[in-house]
């Protein structure tokens, strides 16, 4: 999103495609998707395990791109 000469990226929506070109542009590899139920910090409700409806993690719908790359 534009805003002048201003760019604001907290406002933009990606999925898997748009983030990994984006990433490609600036020399990440290995981009993949990843499971915030197997990472360090699964027992931390943090934004990589938000769902809709709020803590419906059995039957709700995950709305993070949780996504790792390298650099």
């Known amino acids: 999103m534009n805003m002048g000469n ?3 990226f907290h406002k933009t929506i990606y999925d898997l495609k748009s983030l990994s070109k984006i990433l490609t ?3 990440f590899n290995n981009i993949k998707k990843y499971n915030w139920r197997e ?3 699964s ?3 943090d934004h ?3 769902y809709w409806p709020h ?3 059995t039957k709700g719908t995950l709305i ?5 790359c390298v650099k």
């Open 25 to 27: 542009i600036v020399n």
């Open 43 to 45: 027992d931390f409700d």
């Open 39 to 41: 990472t360090c910090h």
């Open 48 to 50: 990589s395990q938000a």
């Open 64 to 68: 993070s791109l949780n996504v790792e």
């Open 6 to 8: 201003q760019k604001i």
């Open 55 to 57: 803590m419906d993690k």
